[in-house]
């Protein structure tokens, strides 16, 4: 049973920074793929960022040079550090990890099957 539990979300000012975490278990953390999506109501999820289980990183070109996306094996534990935060980044965050089969890790929502409940950031 796959279970992802973000924490780390609020509210913050313009041009602020805030760090997302990702508790993973049940899942086979360091041999796979994970990611960072985000939606607001009315709109499609969209992919932030993803992290494949040697390092490699692919963002969304929204957030390059704002938002890393890092992960601990040891603790289990996926981030999203974001800086410079604009108004238009203000959503729900989701965690997610890959669909068992799939190869390739974009950030793209067809390639994540398991997800966590989200954490809210706000940026006024």
């Known amino acids: 049973h796959v279970q992802l539990v973000e924490s780390g979300g609020g509210s913050v000012q313009a041009g602020g920074s805030l760090t997302l975490s990702c508790a993973a278990s049940?899942?086979?953390?360091?041999?796979?793929?994970m990611g960072w999506f985000r939606q607001t109501p009315g709109k499609e999820r969209e992919g932030v960022a993803s992290i494949v289980s040697d390092g490699r990183t692919s963002y969304a070109d929204s957030v390059k040079g704002r938002f890393t996306i890092s992960k601990d094996n040891a603790k289990n534990t996926l981030y999203l550090q974001m800086s410079s935060l604009k108004l238009e980044d203000t959503a729900m965050y989701y965690c997610?990890?890959?669909?068992?089969?799939?190869?390739?890790?974009?950030?793209?929502?067809?390639?994540?099957?398991?997800w966590g409940q989200g954490t809210q950031v706000t940026v006024s």
């Open positions: 997610a990890a890959r669909r068992q089969g799939v190869v390739g890790c974009p950030p793209v929502r067809s390639v994540f099957g398991y």
């Open positions: 049940g899942y086979t953390y360091s041999s796979n793929c």
